[in-house]
């Protein structure tokens, strides 16, 4: 979160941030390095790391109290969102249709079309496509 925080916040141009135009949002999805006794979703055994701070959710009650940990380290007017955890299925959709990468990142155009995907987030490569976009839409 510093660095894209970093990022929103840094000047575009004299007068806007990329904050003010680009939206930046995060989507709290499964938890890659969860606390132990929970496994890693993508290693199936206890993989800690030293940022492992929660324990897996098992419903969306147990994600939302994540999510309210982590709002206060994310600055100015980023949006926090919560994959969704239906009651009958654990199924993550937003984790299970962008990809099942733990810090993943993607830059939407506006007519929802994809434009940039990154399964491992690089603010410098997001910001130069960022750049990219901006330009070839002013």
């Known amino acids: 979160m510093p660095s894209l925080n970093a990022l ?17 949002v995060h989507v709290l999805v499964i938890e890659p390095h969860p606390r132990d006794p929970d496994p890693s979703p993508y ?5 800690e790391a ?12 147990e994600r939302q109290a994540v999510a309210l940990q982590m709002e ?14 239906p009651p009958q299925l654990l199924s ?6 962008y990809g099942t990468a733990p810090n993943s990142a993607y830059l ?14 690089d603010v410098d490569d997001m910001q130069r ?10």
């Open 92 to 97: 993550n959709p937003v984790w299970c249709t």
């Open 8 to 24: 929103a916040s840094q000047p575009y141009d004299s007068e806007n941030t990329y904050a003010d135009l680009v939206h930046f």
């Open 72 to 85: 206060p380290h994310i600055e100015g007017d980023q949006l926090l969102l919560i994959d969704d955890m």
């Open 129 to 138: 496509a960022i750049d990219r976009l901006l330009e070839a839409s002013g």
């Open 43 to 47: 290693s199936g055994v206890v993989w």
């Open 108 to 121: 939407i155009r506006q007519d929802g079309i994809l434009d940039t995907a990154q399964t491992w987030l």
């Open 50 to 61: 030293q940022y492992s701070i929660v324990q897996q959710s098992l419903n969306y009650g």
